[in-house]
């Protein structure tokens, strides 16, 4: 400790003030404002009496439970400094050094995540207080056209504690045209964030293979066989490579979480005129044709689908005939 020439302790910076003071300057928040900041007293509304920072480190003492890593999944994560309020209140500072919180406004931690990766699932270690508490991984488009929307919406429930952290399983993909962050609001001051885990897999990724047989709608044994229909369509399973029979002969030749495949589409034994669209499991519709066919005709197209958990749906158009198909898969995105 320094004195000056009248002998009396000079205004001097403890360890921990220090490391502080770097603190602020590692999120941007320059220790040279801190007079902007001060009280009208002189003092620093984030320090106590003796200089030290107020509830450093706090709610970062007690165990957590992390939860497991999922194999192939590469991770982002961040810490309660990686926030910052939207607040103009000095005193929302110190707030973010106890778990992140601004009484009735939103803290934002913007997310750095290259385009094309694939977010698959979001944890967050927080709090809630008198009520469940929605944490939002928003996106925004650049050219600021059109409204934000949340993409992944993790509640805390109540009680929660930091130590028992909540995921959200997801599915999207990082576009460039878009910025992301993930925000809180704090209605109430019990509302903290104290960390954050996102899983992600790599912007996808062809994976040749030998090509195997995943569907053939002529074999007894696939799961719903026969002919499909005008206007029907059929929710095929394609992991599993299967025997001119039909039986399954290798099960899940690619994994389920592959993003999407290359196939070839076969329509044999064919009715009349019509078309055959391929499109994710879940899709409701499609207009798309990805094969055409006459009566009494075999022809094959090759072409790419999603997945959606390993299915994609079959739809058969609008016209007078009816076919059998085969699915041949040659390859997958992952």
Do not use: W
């Not at 000095?90 to 290259?114: E, K, M, Q, W």
């Not at 009520?131 to 928003?138: A, E």
Request: aromatic residues 8%; glycine residues 8%; charged residues 10%.
């Amino acid at each position: 400790m320094t004195r000056n020439h009248e002998g009396t302790p000079e205004s001097a910076l403890s360890r921990r003030h220090l490391i502080s003071a770097a603190g602020l300057a590692a999120l941007g928040l320059a220790t040279s404002s801190e007079a902007a900041t001060a009280n009208a007293d002189g003092s620093d509304p984030n320090n106590d009496a003796a200089g030290n920072p107020i509830d450093l480190n706090t709610g970062q003492v007690s165990a957590r439970s992390v939860p497991a890593l999922t194999a192939g999944y590469s991770y982002f994560t961040g810490n309660q400094f990686a926030f910052h309020s939207n607040s103009n209140a000095p005193t929302d500072i110190r707030r973010i050094s106890s778990g992140a919180y601004s009484l009735f406004n939103y803290v934002v931690c913007p997310l750095h995540i290259p385009a094309g990766t694939r977010v698959r699932e979001v944890t967050i270690f927080g709090t809630a207080g008198a009520v469940p508490t929605p944490v939002y991984l928003r996106e925004y488009p650049l050219d600021d056209v059109g409204a934000s929307a949340a993409v992944v919406t993790v509640t805390l429930p109540v009680p929660s504690t930091a130590a028992a952290p909540v995921t959200a399983a997801c599915d999207f993909t990082i576009d460039a045209s878009r910025s992301y962050d993930l925000e809180v609001y704090s209605a109430d001051a019990n509302n903290k964030i104290f960390a954050f885990r996102i899983g992600m897999q790599p912007a996808a990724a062809f994976v040749p293979i030998t090509p195997y047989r995943a569907y053939d709608s002529r074999n007894a044994a696939v799961p719903n066989p026969g002919v499909i229909a005008p206007n029907t369509s059929r929710v095929v399973n394609i992991v599993n490579a299967i025997s001119e029979a039909g039986t399954i002969i290798t099960p899940n030749v690619i994994p389920s979480t592959a993003r999407a495949i290359t196939y070839n589409l076969t329509a044999t034994l064919t009715t009349g005129d019509n078309y055959l669209a391929v499109t994710p499991g879940l899709a409701p519709s499609t207009t798309v044709s990805a094969i055409n066919f006459a009566a009494n005709r075999t022809v094959a197209n090759a072409a790419t689908v999603s997945l959606d958990n390993g299915n994609i749906k079959v739809f058969c158009g609008g016209g007078t005939g009816s076919t059998h198909f085969i699915i041949d898969v040659t390859g997958y995105y992952i």
